[in-house]
């Protein structure tokens, strides 16, 4: 069974930075491209950044040169750097599990992210 956990969110001021975690478990890791997606309040989910099994990393535009995403095969835990925040980062971030052959998704319950004053 598939299980992802995420931590690391919260409250920021902008500017600020956090670092966003995501511990897989029931997963053989190295198959899986794994990912950061978000959701700002009544807005469809996004894609933030996505890394895979080889280490090809892409990322939305708009968080280009501010968030890192990263693996740690010995952990089986994906991170995600985020420096520079701003209000507009806003939103609950999950993580993403996506087998690299089947296609298959699984996803995390999601964090808080806030970036406010």
């Known amino acids: 069974q598939v299980q992802l956990v995420e931590s690391g969110g919260g409250l920021v001021q902008p500017g600020g930075s956090l670092r966003l975690s995501c511990a897989a478990s029931?997963?053989?890791?190295?198959?899986?491209?794994m990912g950061w997606y978000r959701q700002a309040p009544g807005k469809q989910r996004e894609l933030v950044a996505t890394?895979?099994?080889?280490?090809?990393?892409v990322y939305v535009a708009s968080v280009k040169g501010r968030f890192t995403i990263s693996r740690d095969y010995a952990k089986n835990t994906v991170y995600l750097q985020m420096n520079s925040l701003k209000p507009e980062d806003t939103g609950v971030y999950s993580c993403?599990?996506?087998?690299?052959?089947?296609?298959?998704?699984?996803w995390g319950q999601g964090t808080q992210v806030t970036v406010s004053e």
């Open positions: 890394m895979s099994s080889s280490g090809e990393t």
């Open positions: 993403n599990a996506r087998h690299w052959v089947t296609g298959g998704d699984s």
């Open positions: 029931g997963i053989i890791f190295s198959r899986y491209t």
